[in-house]
């Protein structure tokens, strides 16, 4: 089967740790063992998220004083697409000798006019005080909102329309390669009043841009991967109930946080709704086990999985 997987940030950084390289790499060494375990007998792409490389390389332009401004976050998007990417690429190869495997800097399209653009929303890098935040503002020409009880960078998340390389990773799939792309949900660009590409300052939603991917290249199975189980109602309360297979009517019904297990619902409930295929969520050691329908959250258009006759 062709299976496109996408990491989640929490998978790639865990909660409480330090975004220190080494234990980055750590937990990459750790995310390859897992997914060697399906490139072996399938066709794999990867994706992954970039949220918190994003935010440390976002603050350290922001405070370096070589420079006249900060990057764009176009530009820190790319950075980090090299960096997950190398980390990637180089502990694959290591855990699966022979195999070709790629990584690549992808552009994701998005639209000029969407409604984001209008509202930012999307929080990155670290909270502030309110005085301090709003001094950043104004020196950096930043928008910023209250979390929680500190206040955070928004920066916009408009909806993805195209992976623009998407011609260039289909054709190595189709040779055999295990490829590595649209990290972050891939850099944010749109096309200007000449019809040229050009980055824009704004975050892409991995989950989103996977599933899209996905459907493009004709994926068989889309996983988002975390460092949860699977999808639970009433999460964090004594009524918490985990969702072993489910439908996209049936995970529409339920509510979930916009800022963590919302997009990823979402992008499993467009792939299955639009492909008729298999989508699920569920933690990143547990890949093979829900492959084979022993774990994690499996959303299906009739709810059930496997499907008869797979090995």
């Known amino acids: 089967m062709r299976i496109l997987v996408a990491l989640g940030g929490n998978a790639l950084l865990r909660r409480g740790q330090r975004p220190d390289a080494e234990a980055q790499r750590d937990n990459v060494l750790a995310a390859a063992a897992s997914l060697a375990k399906l490139a072996v007998r399938h066709e794999l792409i990867v994706t992954h998220g970039n949220g918190p490389q994003v935010g440390v390389l976002a603050l350290e332009s922001a405070h370096d004083p070589e420079l006249s401004r900060p990057y764009p976050l176009d530009t820190i998007g790319a950075e980090t697409q090299g960096m997950i990417g190398y980390w990637l690429l180089q502990a694959l190869q290591n855990a699966l000798p022979g195999r070709q495997v790629a990584a690549l800097v992808n552009q994701t399209l998005v639209s000029a006019v969407d409604p984001a653009f209008d509202d930012p929303a999307k929080f990155v890098g670290q909270g502030y005080e309110k005085e301090e935040a709003e001094k950043l503002a104004a020196r950096y020409g930043w928008t910023v909102k209250q979390d929680g009880d500190r206040w955070r960078r928004v920066v916009p998340s408009p909806v993805p329309q195209r ?146 006759g797979m090995p």
């Open 163 to 308: 992976v623009v390389e998407t011609r260039l990773i289909r054709r190595l799939v189709r040779d055999g390669v295990l490829t590595i792309c649209a990290g972050g949900g891939g850099i944010p660009v749109i096309r200007n009043e000449v019809g040229l590409l050009q980055g824009i300052e704004a975050v892409v939603d991995k989950d989103l841009t996977a599933a899209l991917l996905a459907e493009a290249l004709e994926a068989d199975v889309f996983m988002s991967l975390t460092d949860v189980p699977g999808v639970a109602r009433n999460f964090g309360t004594p009524r918490q109930e985990e969702i072993a297979r489910t439908t996209p009517h049936e995970l529409r019904a339920e509510h979930f946080p916009a800022g963590s297990m919302g997009p990823k619902v979402e992008a499993v409930a467009r792939f299955v709704e639009t492909t008729g295929d298999m989508a699920a969520i569920g933690r990143l050691e547990d890949a093979a086990r829900i492959l084979e329908g022993t774990a994690g959250t499996i959303v299906t258009p009739g709810g059930t999985w496997p499907p008869d």
